[in-house]
Structure formats: C-alpha cells, structure tokens
C-alpha cells in the first residue's frame, strides 16, 4: 500500500528518517513553530546521536521562543556540558527558571530542579537560598510532583538559620502529600511524626497505616526494579 513504510527494509528506513529530518527542520526555521524546533532536537538526539547539534536546537528554540520543553532540556544539557554546551549549574538553573514558569509540559519537573539548584547552593551566588528553594518546591509539590513536596518536608523538619524556622505541622503537612503522591518516604517520615506526635497529636492507628503504606510502595518499586531486570 502506498505510503506505508517496511521497517525491514534498511535503505526505505533511512530514507524515511532523512525526510522526518528535512520536514523537522522546515517547521522549524522556514514554518517557526517551536513544536517543530523541540521535534527537530528530538530528531537529532534521538535518531541521529548529534548532540551537539541538537544542543544548537534547543538553544534555539530556548532563546528565541522559550519554549518550555527545550529550555528544560538544555538545562540538563548545561549539567552535564553534553552537546559542547558549558557544563554550568549556573546557565541550567537560568534555563530551568525559564522552562518552570513557562507552564508547559516539563514545568514541574524543572520547578523541581530549580528548587534543588537552590537548595544546593551552587548555582547561587551567595550560597543556598532556601526561601527560593521552598518557592520553587512548593510550586513543584502543588503540581503533583512527589519528591518536591518530601523535600519540602524535609526542609521544615531541619529549618535553618537563614530565615526557614522549623515548622513540624508543615512538614508533616508535606510528607502526607509526598505519601499520597506514592513517596515511601514521605509515607516514613509521616508514620514516624505520628508515633511521635511530632506536628501533631500521637496517632498510632495512622502511624501504622502510613508504615504498612509504606512497605507497600517500597515492595512495588522492588518489584518494578526486577522486572526491569529481566
């Protein structure tokens, strides 16, 4: 039938994936859609292995059009100095900024990182800045994105000195919703602030509840890591 493609045949293939290049790089440059610049980095990372190129898409596509997904990207990309881009936390915590406030689909995940960079300080010029760092957490958490709200609740366990007072109500506050979000640890930390009676009023009946929810989750992610295994 025509316009199928047999996928056994090596050179119809390839000449299949050279179109899909061609097509991504029009919509890209001549058509300016930035769905089609995220496709074409997609394209070349994914397909060809160029990640230097790729890299240049993202940028692209970042700077021009602030497409969300490819200032994500290129955030990870910055990490790491894959695709010849500078290896600087500073440039992924820009980019990942750029990528959480955009609102597009890999929002939550770079709030998430945003919050990290925070947290850890170096990406920030004076050192960690944790009122961005549970800005930016909460923003994550309130999205749906479980280990940002453990961290959260991690952060009003310890507190700090610099101006994030202990808070253990909050922090039990946020471990329930890592738990509810599927975080065994959320769920730990949660059963043992209420067989302690930390943030709240001791509760051995929810306790209990939270840790075999716990063990629960904790089996699932074992049996998931084996069946990836095998």
């Known amino acids: 039938m025509a316009g199928l493609i047999n996928f056994e045949d ?3 293939v390839k000449q299949f994936l050279d179109n899909l290049g061609v097509e991504y790089s029009f919509q890209c440059y001549k058509e300016k859609d930035p769905e089609g610049c995220q496709r074409l980095a997609d394209y070349l990372e994914g397909v060809k ?10 940028k692209h ?15 990870a990309y ?10 600087c936390l500073k440039a992924a915590y820009s980019c990942f900024l750029r990528s959480c406030n955009s609102g597009g689909k890999k929002s939550v995940d770079a709030c998430h990182n945003v919050g990290l960079l925070a947290h850890d300080g170096r990406a920030m010029e004076g050192g960690p800045d944790l009122k961005a760092a549970r800005q930016y957490y909460e923003k994550a958490c309130a999205g749906g994105f479980a280990p940002s709200c453990f961290n959260l609740s991690a952060l009003f366990i310890q507190g700090s000195s610099k101006g ?13 919703r890592a738990c509810e979000l599927g975080h065994v640890w959320g769920c730990a930390n949660a059963s043992r602030m209420y ?4 943030g ?8 209990e509840e939270l840790k075999n929810r716990a063990r629960e989750l904790h089996g699932l992610e074992k049996e998931r890591q084996l069946k990836f295994g095998e």
């Open 10 to 12: 090596e050179k119809e």
């Open 164 to 176: 994030l007072a202990p808070d253990m109500a909050l922090a039990l506050k946020y471990a329930n």
């Open 200 to 207: 709240t009023e001791k509760d051995e009946k929810k306790a």
């Open 78 to 87: 910055h990490v790491t100095g894959k695709g010849g881009v500078t290896q």
């Open 61 to 75: 596509n970042c700077e021009t059009h602030g497409h969300g997904e490819s200032c994500y990207k290129l955030g």
């Open 195 to 198: 067989r302690l009676g930390d």
């Open 49 to 58: 292995k160029n990640y230097d190129s790729a890299a240049q898409v993202l």
